[in-house]
């Protein structure tokens, strides 16, 4: 069976859609119809017009889709395709650092459940963090889960108090300073790009710091020949196929999201196929969700 012909086949039965995240298999980006960062994800399922999103990515993407999207059916092709940086921040640790913080803003990283969502005033993601720290109007500012993500907003927003929640990603947590100053010397001509999640030494001493699109943009436009990449390695395949006469790096030893990788051409197929796994959210989540993701796309 040709899995790809079949698969445009049942797409175009269902008036279905797939979106994939940056880091997801080639073979899953080729066959969608858009691949992006979190935050084009998020925009572009909020405006299309197929009866169903078939979401290549992790469970929040495919709960953002929901939510900025309720009346469409949206498909998570592997259930078990989490994120464990969303899930280290519960709606009960939101309500209890509101009693304590009750003058703060509360940001949420799009990598969050929707349940957390719907406790907080306003999402951003790694390309959008700073500007929707920098919208509002209150000083102080609780931003979670990201620590490393809160440390570079931080960095950028000065006239603001921002108290980070103790979340971290374990792919880009892992990225060491040591391996991205070896990996300078070895390629002194590469410009590094880090990502956000990054810690933040190696974010310090990164010379742009970008979301994987925006890191995608950037080698497209810039006159280097050579990039020192730090961000799951899936983002190599968007890199090469944009740009087949540059060279990529990696600081130290590719480092890769089992949860991003979970998702097979296989399972986008069965999806499609058997309609499987639903995103199933309740009404009052969605509406409280909604208003932080839209409040977000406001900013922007
Ligand atoms: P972006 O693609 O939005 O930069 O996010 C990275 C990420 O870790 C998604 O899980
Ligand atoms: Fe979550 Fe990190 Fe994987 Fe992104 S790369 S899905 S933040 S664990």
Redesign the pocket.
């Known amino acids: 069976m040709d899995i790809k012909r079949e698969i445009l086949k049942l797409k175009k039965e269902r008036n279905a859609v797939i979106m994939a995240h940056n880091?997801q298999r080639p073979e899953v980006q080729d066959v969608a119809d858009f691949v992006g960062d979190s935050l084009e994800l998020a925009i572009k399922t909020s405006k299309t017009q197929a009866d169903i999103i078939v979401f290549a990515g992790?469970r929040f993407m495919a709960e953002t889709a929901k939510i900025l999207s309720p009346k469409k059916t949206v498909l998570l092709p592997n259930y078990r395709a989490g994120?464990?940086?969303?899930d280290m921040v519960t709606p009960e640790d939101v309500r209890k650092l509101r009693k304590k913080y009750p003058e703060a803003a509360f940001v949420a990283y799009v990598?969050t459940t929707a349940e957390v969502k719907a406790e907080i005033d306003i999402c951003c993601t790694s390309a959008n963090a700073v500007k929707v720290v920098e919208s509002l109007p209150q000083k102080l500012i609780v931003f979670l889960p990201d620590r490393n993500l809160a440390h570079w907003v931080s960095t950028q927003v000065k006239d603001k108090e921002i108290i980070p929640f103790d979340g971290y990603?374990?792919?880009?947590n892992g990225f060491t300073l040591k391996d991205l100053l070896k990996a300078r010397k070895k390629h002194p001509e590469a410009e590094v790009l880090a990502h956000p999640?990054a810690p933040p030494e190696v974010v310090e001493n990164a010379d742009f710091v970008l979301s994987t699109s925006g890191m995608i943009r950037h080698t497209k436009r810039s006159q280097a020949r050579e990039f020192i990449i730090a961000t799951?390695f899936g983002l190599s395949h968007r890199l090469k196929k944009e740009n087949p006469e540059k060279e990529f790096y990696s600081p130290g030893p590719p480092r890769f999201?089992g949860?991003?990788k979970l998702t097979t051409i296989d399972d986008v197929y069965n999806s499609l196929l058997k309609m499987q796994h639903e995103i199933v959210l309740s009404q009052d989540i969605i509406e409280r969700a909604k208003k932080s993701l839209e409040r977000m796309l406001e900013v922007i």
């Open positions: 880091y992790v994120c464990p940086m969303a990598n990603c374990y792919v880009h999640e799951e999201c949860n991003m």
